[in-house]
């Protein structure tokens, strides 16, 4: 919470969880001037004390906007693709600085009042931002984060810039003291987020708070030339110089919180009918435009353009994955596990003949030929795979043992999760979808082409869109032409094409070839058509005349039902409600769903589970992770071999998500239930590959109407997404009976989001609502969160937990589990890339005991929190446990923290009739555990057997692959 005292001294100006509220600067009711849409940050009284400044959010990007003290409709000031932040106002009124990043990386700028007139100030490479002028107008003090001399610096007109406080920790929000003799700013470092001041005569810098204190990244305030407003530790302060002490000044500011029910979607776990298979990964369509290969229930598949029934051209445990189509059309590259992670493979279509081309120490995704057919380009990827950075190499595919040039070389240093790649006509360039940040201060920016030439010259982005995102960066473009002229590409979900020179700079005008949701194109030899993937059906388009045609397809799966009955003779089960066990029981399984449980009795007709001398506990619910099928079959073992058998995934390519529901679910391969959703429902800016670049109200329609087609079991909105959109969006899922989720707690609650992940987390503001910088939540957080009854996802172990957890104790990594997955060196690399974070992040780790505290807090008032880790930045299925040990490592009863990942997980994703306890009716998930995880909840790690959905599934059986 950022607080401005007016010139007058008589008020206070707060943005209190995104709306401008104004209040008597000696406390009392604080009154909402903005309304709760905006995103209203961090106020600038203007110096006749009529309006007030501030930056918002409304239109999808932060722009400067005015109101009156009052209230009333607020004026914009700024405009265009840009964020403009941080403003402050002249001593005459003026003038407004702020900071911006339109100059291609955050600088200092300058907007006229009178006329509109914009001016850059500063041009540093580094970001410069929080600026604020003197008190007699003639300097402007702001922070920049310069890789060479980062600090704060003045300015004034005619004077070069100076550094006058150099600091290696964090630096924001200065504020001149009134006589213009020292600057005052807040430090971020290792121990302490204080309020430091330095003298501008002799550069002494002096710490005024004490380590204990919290204080907030904005600036101070002024009541006169030695007593100051601040705000920290989760209050409003004033403070003489000098003094130990400070008064705080009391305040309410009251939110309503309307609470709206909705019909949650059902679910039919009992069906036994055949389903359109809607996990189709990869389609492309041949040289010839006679035949479409794609991958589904994790084999490879030829649908004959003319039949409706596909071929079956792999089959096994392994997954075969990304087919791609050899120039002449004789081959398929694709990925394949079969040897135990991804490999680069290639089919010999006429002989059926499989042969490795390629196996390194990582996974490898996205196979590309060449055009002359000698070459195929893919990527191996970082242990995060498909959330991570993958290095681009090419292998030789005319190889052979006497050849002098090597097989496989590296082509282009690792890039942020790029798109496939896809050659131009004379194997001189290669073009991929990247990230193409805004500035280096926040991470986000757009989905832009990104060439890559091999003749030297430099990378370079081209768009064919400036300033507007492509699709998700997988298989969405962009995808040359055979013939070298054009490129293909899915823009606001729709397919287009554009011409471009041979290196690939584009010429001409985008043409638009597509009016529904479109995936995954890919050109037939000739360049002449597309084939692409809408929504749930293949098409193709043709160039001369635009007209398409449908390929429909029959291919179907079915849940796996297992028949028969099962008795498990429990010494010890807790069932998911109570918090003590029920002993010596036996619970009777029909099928795939519990009977009975009574007290136990030899004898029992059925096949018997003795776990007399164990515990039996529910399936555990892992509530937030990220999956990509490049880990492999070995992934839905993973999972369950740590007692998990409900997977809830906020944030997927719908096509991976799908593939994976479909086999786990037919049993093609063993798994977890999967709860899904798409890609991250986003702004105008995106980060990660699977975000969804959302730029208006038809586009958002599409993906609404794709949620709905594909079976999503929930929607999640991400940092960049504006406030009125997220509302329309949470009113259509609600009518559709899916909940809705987002980093976000106000006003999203207030219009009914259902859940928010993370207690801290990426937020676009660059410092969290939530929580401070020293992992401290206050009273506003806690009773919002407990009133609204909107659930939270703390996801704590990735916020320090796992690497607190097991520096602390280094056998969790012994753990028989995660050494039958995880290598040595995957460990060593997550423990630098820890370390890493501890580096760029103060308190990262030595502040992690304050979020615990935190989320003991959410549970003591009431709050409905849930187990979920953000894996894999930490690593699937053991980062849960880790999970677990940090809800009781924070005051949390064991029983506490496994409601957390049962019973209440199943409320949140809506099965709770079903799933998330042990009792008659439910479905059978259920793990045996040696141990008492009552007492130690480190024994819920203990899995001996897991029985999802009625079958057995000893633990050797899902360490050993198949």
């Known amino acids: 919470m950022a607080a401005d005292l007016s010139p007058d001294k008589k008020s206070i100006a707060i943005d209190l969880q995104g709306t401008i509220w104004v209040l008597p600067a000696s406390g009392g009711i604080a009154h909402p001037i903005t309304d709760p849409l905006g995103d209203c940050r961090q106020p600038s009284w203007s110096p006749d004390g009529k309006q007030i400044a501030f930056h918002a959010f409304w239109d999808g990007r932060y722009h400067i906007w005015t109101v009156s003290k009052e209230g009333g409709k607020p004026k914009q000031l700024t405009t265009g693709i840009y964020d403009d932040r941080e403003p402050h106002w002249s001593p005459d009124g003026k003038l407004?600085?702020?900071?911006?990043?339109?100059?291609?990386?955050?600088?200092?700028?300058?907007?006229?009042?009178?006329?509109?007139?914009?001016?850059?100030?500063?041009?540093?490479?580094?970001?410069?931002?929080?600026?604020?002028?003197?008190?007699?107008?003639?300097?402007?003090?702001?922070?920049?984060?310069?890789?060479?001399?980062?600090?704060?610096?003045?300015?004034?007109?005619?004077?070069?810039?100076?550094?006058?406080?150099?600091?290696?920790?964090?630096?924001?929000?200065?504020?001149?003291?009134?006589?213009?003799?020292?600057?005052?700013?807040?430090?971020?470092?290792?121990?302490q987020s204080g309020l430091e001041s330095v003298s501008l005569a002799d550069g002494k810098a002096q710490m005024l708070t004490e380590a204990s204190e919290d204080?907030?990244?904005?600036?101070?305030?002024?009541?006169?030339?030695?007593?100051?407003?601040?705000?920290?530790?989760?209050?409003?302060?004033?403070?003489?110089?000098?003094?130990?002490?400070?008064?705080?000044?009391?305040?309410?500011?009251?939110?309503?919180?309307?609470?709206?029910?909705?019909?949650?979607?059902?679910?039919?776990?009992?069906?036994?009918?055949?389903?359109?298979?809607?996990?189709?990964?990869?389609?492309?369509?041949?040289?010839?435009?006679?035949?479409?290969?794609?991958?589904a229930l994790g084999d490879l598949w030829l649908l004959a353009k003319?039949?409706?029934?596909?071929?079956?051209?792999?089959?096994?445990?392994?997954?075969?994955?990304?087919?791609?189509?050899?120039?002449?059309?004789?081959?398929?590259?694709?990925?394949?596990?079969?040897?135990?992670?991804?490999?680069?493979?290639?089919?010999?279509?006429?002989?059926?003949?499989?042969?490795?081309?390629?196996?390194?120490?990582?996974?490898?995704?996205?196979?590309?030929?060449?055009?002359?057919?000698?070459?195929?380009?893919?990527?191996q990827s970082d242990p995060r795979n498909a959330w991570g950075r993958s290095t681009l190499y090419a292998a030789d595919v005319t190889y052979t043992a006497d050849v002098t040039v090597p097989k496989t070389r590296k082509l282009h240093e690792s890039v942020f999760v790029p798109s496939q790649a896809t050659w131009s006509a004379d194997g001189k360039t290669i073009a991929i979808s990247a990230l193409h940040p805004y500035s280096s201060r926040y991470r986000e920016g757009v989905s832009e082409v990104l060439l890559l030439s091999f003749d030297g010259k430099n990378d370079r982005y081209v768009s064919p869109a400036p300033g507007h995102s492509l699709a998700t960066r997988s298989q969405n473009g962009p995808v040359w032409s055979p013939d070298g002229t054009k490129m293909a590409y899915v823009l606001d979900g729709l397919l287009y094409i554009t011409d471009v020179q041979p290196d690939g700079t584009i010429t001409g005008k985008p043409r638009q070839l597509t009016t529904e949701q479109t995936d995954t194109p890919s050109w037939t030899g000739d360049s002449k058509s597309l084939l692409y993937l809408a929504t749930d059906a293949l098409k193709q388009v043709y160039l001369a005349d635009g007209h398409i045609e449908t390929h429909p397809m029959d291919l179907t799966w079915k849940i796996n039902q297992p028949t028969g009955t099962i008795v498990v003779h429990a010494g010890r089960l807790f069932d998911g409600k109570a918090n003590t066990y029920r002993n010596n029981v036996d619970i009777l399984i029909e099928g795939h769903r519990i009977k009975s449980i009574l007290p136990h009795q030899a004898g029992r007709p059925g096949t018997l589970i003795d776990a007399s001398t164990k515990t039996v506990i529910p399936g555990l619910f892992e509530m937030h992770t990220h999956q990509h099928s490049m880990v492999g079959e070995k992934l839905g073992r993973l999972w369950l071999s740590f007692g998990i058998t409900s997977i809830r995934e906020p944030g997927a390519d719908p096509y991976d998500a799908l593939e994976r529901k479909e086999s786990w679910a037919s049993g093609v391969r063993p798994g977890p239930r999967q709860f899904f959703t798409g890609g991250l429902t986003d702004g105008t800016r995106i980060y990660y590959?699977?975000?969804?670049?959302?730029?208006?109200?038809?586009?958002?329609?599409?993906?609404?109407?794709?949620?709905?087609?594909?079976?999503?079991?929930?929607?999640?909105?991400?940092?960049?997404?504006p406030d009125a959109m997220q509302q329309r969006i949470t009113t259509f899922a609600h009518a559709h009976g899916m909940p809705v989720s987002s980093h976000e707690i106000f006003p999203a609650m207030?219009?009914?989001?259902?859940?928010?992940?993370?207690?801290?987390?990426?937020?676009?503001?660059?410092?969290?609502?939530?929580?401070?910088?020293?992992?401290?939540?206050?009273?506003?957080?806690?009773?919002?969160?407990?009133?609204?009854?909107?659930?939270?996802?703390?996801?704590?172990?990735?916020?320090?937990?796992?690497?607190?957890?097991?520096?602390?104790?280094?056998?969790?990594l012994e753990n028989r589990q995660y050494k039958a997955f995880y290598s040595e060196e995957f460990t060593n690399a997550l423990q630098a890339g820890s370390a890493q974070y501890a580096k760029l992040s103060p308190g990262y780790l030595s502040n992690f005991g304050n979020l615990q505290k935190g989320i003991k807090a959410l549970v003591d008032a009431g709050a409905h929190v849930t187990t979920g880790t953000d894996s894999p930045?930490?690593?699937?299925?053991?980062?849960?446990?880790?999970?677990l040990q940090v809800f009781v490592d924070a005051g949390l009863t064991p029983y506490q923290a496994l409601r957390s990942a049962t019973l209440w997980a199943a409320e949140t994703v809506g099965v709770s009739k079903d799933l998330g306890s042990i009792e008659p009716g439910k479905l059978a998930d259920l793990v045996i555990v040696n141990g008492d995880p009552l007492t130690t909840i480190r024994d819920a790690m203990n899995v001996e057997q897991v029985i999802k959905n009625g079958e057995v599934l000893p633990i050797d059986r899902l360490l050993t692959r198949p």
Request: proline residues 6%; hydrophobic residues 35%.
């Open 215 to 295: 204080v907030f990244p904005f600036r101070a305030g002024w009541f006169s030339a030695d007593e100051y407003l601040y705000t920290s530790s989760g209050s409003m302060k004033r403070r003489k110089l000098g003094s130990s002490t400070a008064q705080i000044i009391s305040f309410q500011a009251l939110i309503a919180l309307p609470k709206n029910t909705y019909k949650r979607k059902t679910y039919d776990f009992d069906s036994q009918k055949p389903q359109p298979v809607l996990g189709i990964k990869g389609a492309a369509i041949s040289p010839d435009g006679k035949q479409i290969a794609f991958a």
């Open 306 to 379: 003319g039949t409706k029934t596909p071929e079956r051209i792999t089959q096994g445990q392994s997954m075969e994955l990304e087919p791609s189509w050899s120039p002449d059309g004789t081959k398929l590259a694709y990925t394949s596990d079969r040897n135990g992670n991804m490999d680069v493979w290639i089919r010999d279509l006429k002989t059926g003949e499989d042969r490795n081309l390629v196996d390194m120490p990582d996974d490898l995704h996205f196979p590309s030929w060449s055009p002359d057919g000698s070459k195929i380009a893919f990527y």
């Open 750 to 812: 207030r219009y009914d989001v259902d859940a928010v992940e993370h207690i801290g987390g990426t937020s676009r503001r660059g410092y969290s609502p939530k929580i401070t910088a020293m992992n401290r939540s206050y009273q506003d957080v806690i009773q919002l969160l407990a009133k609204s009854g909107m659930n939270i996802t703390p996801t704590a172990s990735l916020q320090g937990g796992f690497a607190v957890l097991t520096a602390k104790d280094p056998s969790l």
């Open 689 to 721: 590959g699977a975000a969804t670049s959302i730029n208006s109200d038809e586009q958002l329609d599409r993906e609404l109407n794709r949620s709905v087609r594909l079976g999503y079991d929930l929607i999640k909105t991400y940092v960049r997404m």
């Open 873 to 883: 930045f930490v690593p699937y299925g053991m980062s849960l446990h880790t999970e």
């Open 96 to 191: 407004l600085v702020f900071a911006s990043d339109r100059g291609g990386n955050y600088d200092i700028w300058q907007l006229s009042l009178a006329d509109g007139k914009l001016t850059q100030l500063t041009q540093n490479p580094g970001n410069d931002f929080s600026p604020t002028f003197s008190p007699d107008g003639k300097q402007i003090a702001f922070v920049s984060d310069r890789t060479d001399a980062p600090g704060i610096y003045i300015m004034g007109s005619g004077q070069p810039e100076k550094l006058v406080s150099a600091s290696k920790g964090k630096l924001v929000g200065p504020s001149w003291q009134p006589d213009g003799s020292h600057l005052f700013y807040n430090v971020l470092n290792n121990s």
